[in-house]
């Protein structure tokens, strides 16, 4: 049987389209779930965004929204610390092998 893979990214701290995402794939029965990045940006709900990502199992990289979050964010604040944490515990490449298949994850950060 082969693997599914579902490929997500661009969620922009909304947790709505993403949550819908996640259960498109579970319904198809995706094995493998990847967020090529873009967690943070133009939406207000990041927590509830990451909680999502985390809950699933999804893997993910840093995107450039990412990178600029975490870089103006820092320490600031309790609730927001657990989001950099998360943010600065992803790497920028992820390399997978699936049946056999090597694939790799790379975003594109512009300045």
Not at 20 to 25: G, H, Q, V
Not at 29 to 45: H, L, R
Not at 54 to 59: L, R, W
Not at 97 to 111: A, H, N
């Amino acid at each position: 049987m082969t693997q599914k893979i579902g490929l997500i990214s661009d969620v922009h701290a909304t947790p709505s389209p993403l949550k819908e995402a996640l259960s498109i794939f579970q319904e198809q029965g995706v094995g493998t779930v990847v967020c090529a990045g873009d967690i943070a940006g133009y939406g207000e709900e990041l927590a509830q965004t990451v909680e999502l990502l985390v809950e699933s199992g999804c893997q993910s990289i840093l995107g450039n929204h990412d990178a600029w979050y975490f870089e103006r964010q820092g320490d600031k604040g309790d609730k927001k610390a657990g989001i950099v944490r998360f943010l600065s515990n992803l790497p920028r490449v992820l390399k997978l092998t699936i049946e056999g298949k090597k694939i790799y994850f790379v975003p594109l950060l512009s300045g």
